[in-house]
């Protein structure tokens, strides 16, 4: 069956079934496990701790992945699917750390909504502001999960003010939590009215039993202190005082459905499951330059939001991550790239389970399909089956740090040069060339500092280059443009340096912001962009 004679309103269910999402989160809150029990939940694992497992036997492998096992932290976004209750479930797992947040921007853009994940004893973190900032600016709707509950945690009402005053959305609560730390025992629906009371699991590694009860229920009064359980007759109480549900504000951003639980004991997870496969949006229309991009009445077409290369030492190819955006892609369809001006035709397409991949033979709206081995894609690229337009492109962050890095080894010029595009055309970092100078050691711009580590242990690990970095005094970099005649004015050998990208554009180093708001006024004709596409 070809694309353009699909039934119409198969393919609108097809559609309809994708819920695509991304999972943000302060390192620590227990974003990874509440991953792992989403796909215990949805049968795609069968223990805890196999996302986790498959990440370490990669890092054994891998210096990259191996910082992140010994840091624990997420350096790269990983892609999960999964089916559920009817559903097609295409979960993107996300850096915490703020130093990646570039790369959770760009994943974002794939996204339709995200799931925001407290831990219940910090509350709003500082990174968990800075990912909220990243979604407003994507412009999707946020679950907010507060998980953790089976430690000592924040009161419940101090935790929704946080979530209003800091992050300034409605939260609305949709379960409450019975007790705290050892006492935590469930939580109550507040749409059914009915509590959910869990018992622990040998190791919390299988979906633990629910019993669906209510509060007149005696084993709540037993398994709770006098002051614990007063206060929870008492916020139960109060409940119809909070704000309401409107799934229209959700869908707006003005409110964020609230969620408490633990993810390490299963407490509450199934509830939040079905809750977001109900309201969770389905693939959304996509911006471009010919207008609105409907993901069912258009043909197939979709963008490339990631590359990475190397995930698999088997494989030791580069993988572009497509997130579909409209119709139905099949395994071997041509397509047109309309920035080479190049056919392609897909006839190695993969969908993934963290490191795993299986071929896929069709896939959907809402979809992220893997294309290995074509060098010629990079981040933003639009691929469609008629061509004629481009999607909105994705914004590169302004670097805040800058080094030089250096090659130890001549020898291995031309695997430090061939590791040095592969991990610009990822995103990874900036390079830039000084214009104006005998040397020619590239100089690297990256929005946090952690990104240099991975860039030397990634050109190490796999491409076998061992370099050292030496840190520049730049704070700032503004693409420039202007009258070159005016540009030749600005005092390039006092302080700022004067370099160009990978595209030949120019690109002035700034020491400290002052010395970028003098020279923005003293030169008006110039302009200095920030971010650029």
Same mark, same amino acid.
């Given at each position: 069956m ?9 393919l609108n269910?097809?559609?309809q079934?994708r ?6 989160s302060?390192?620590?809150a ?10 215990l ?6 223990l805890?701790?196999?996302v ?11 210096d990259?992945m ?14 999960l699917?999964?089916?559920?209750e ?5 979960l993107?797992?996300t850096?915490?750390h ?5 790369d ?7 996204a339709?909504?995200a799931?925001?994940v407290?831990?219940a004893?910090?509350?709003?973190e ?8 990243v979604c407003?600016?994507?412009?999707i ?15 419940p009402?101090e935790?929704?003010?946080e ?5 300034g959305?409605?939260p609305?609560p949709?379960?409450?939590?019975i007790g ?6 469930g =939580?109550f629906?507040?749409? $059914? ?6 018992? +622990? @699991?040998a190791r919390?590694q299988?979906? *633990?039993? #629910? ?7 005696p084993?709540?009064q037993?398994g709770?202190?006098?002051?614990q359980?007063?206060?929870?007759l008492?916020?139960i109480g109060?409940?119809?005082?909070l704000a ?7 869908l ?33 229309a996509y911006h ?13 077409s979709?963008f490339v ?25 099949e395994?071997?369809?041509? =397509?047109?790239?309309?920035? $080479?001006g ?5 006839? +190695? @397409? ?5 490191? *795993?991949? #299986? ?9 992220i399909?893997g294309l ?6 990079q ?6 089956s008629q061509?004629?337009?481009r999607?909105?492109?994705i ?5 805040e ?8 080894d001549?020898?291995k ?10 991990l ?5 970092m900036?390079v ?5 100078a005998?040397?020619?050691d ?13 860039v030397q242990?990634?050109?190490a690990g ?11 005094p730049?704070q700032?970099?503004?693409?420039v443009e202007?009258?070159?005649d005016?540009?030749?004015?600005l005092p390039?050998r006092y ?11 120019l690109?002035?180093?700034f020491s400290?912001?002052?010395e970028?708001k ?9 302009r ?5 596409t």
């Open positions: 070809s694309e353009q004679i699909i039934n119409p309103i198969q269910n097809q559609i079934a819920r695509t999402f991304a999972i943000i302060h390192p620590d227990g974003k990874t496990t509440l991953t792992e029990k989403l796909l939940y949805g049968n795609a694992i069968h805890a701790g196999s986790r497992a498959r990440r370490n036997q990669r890092a054994a492998t891998s990259w191996q910082m992140e096992r010994e840091r624990g932290i997420s350096i790269t976004s990983t892609v699917q999964f089916p559920y009817g559903r097609i479930i295409n993107l797992d850096p915490g703020q130093d990646f947040s570039e959770t921007y760009r994943t974002l853009m794939a339709d909504c799931v925001m407290l831990d004893a910090k509350g709003v500082e990174q968990t502001v800075k990912l909220f900032e407003r600016r994507r412009g709707p946020i679950f907010t999960f507060i998980n953790k509950m089976d430690r000592p945690a924040l009161d009402l935790l929704l003010d979530v209003e005053n800091v992050l959305m409605q609305v949709m379960n409450w939590p705290d730390g050892p006492s935590f025992m =939580v629906d507040r749409q $059914t009215e009915q509590v959910h009371l869990y018992d +622990r @699991t919390n299988t979906i *633990s039993p #629910e019993q669906i009860t209510t509060m007149d229920d084993r709540i037993a709770l202190s006098d002051a359980y007063e206060d929870l008492l916020n109060l409940m119809d005082e309401e549900f409107d799934e229209a504000a959700f707006r951003e003005e409110q964020t459905m609230v969620y408490f639980g633990s993810a390490l004991t299963n407490f509450g997870v199934q509830l939040f499951l079905d809750d977001f496969i109900k309201y969770a949006p389905p693939p959304a471009s330059d010919a207008g609105v991009i409907d993901p069912v009445s258009n043909g197939f979709g939001f990631k590359i990475q290369a190397n995930m698999d030492p088997r494989h030791r190819d580069s993988v572009a991550f497509l997130r579909i955006c409209s119709g139905r892609f395994r071997n369809t041509q =397509v047109k790239h309309p920035r $080479t190049k056919p392609l035709k897909l006839s +190695r @397409t993969y969908t993934f389970f963290a490191d *795993s991949r #299986e071929v896929v033979d069709e896939a959907y709206a809402g979809d399909i290995p081995g074509n060098r010629e894609f981040i933003g690229d639009t691929i469609s061509g004629g337009f999607f909105d492109p914004p590169r962050f302004p670097a740090h800058f080094a030089r890095l250096i090659n130890l001549i020898s010029q031309k695997q430090f040069l061939k590791g040095l595009h592969q610009e055309t990822e995103g990874a900036q830039l060339y000084e214009t104006d005998a040397r020619r590239p100089i690297l711009g990256v929005v946090g500092v952690l990104q240099f580590e991975v242990a990634r050109l796999e491409y076998n280059v061992k370099t050292k970095l030496e840190p520049l730049h700032l970099a503004r693409w202007g009258p070159a005016i540009i030749d004015k390039w302080g700022m340096m004067r370099t160009q990208d990978v595209d030949g554009r690109v002035a180093l400290t912001p002052h970028l003098y020279y923005s006024e003293k030169y008006p004709e110039l200095f962009e920030a971010i650029t």
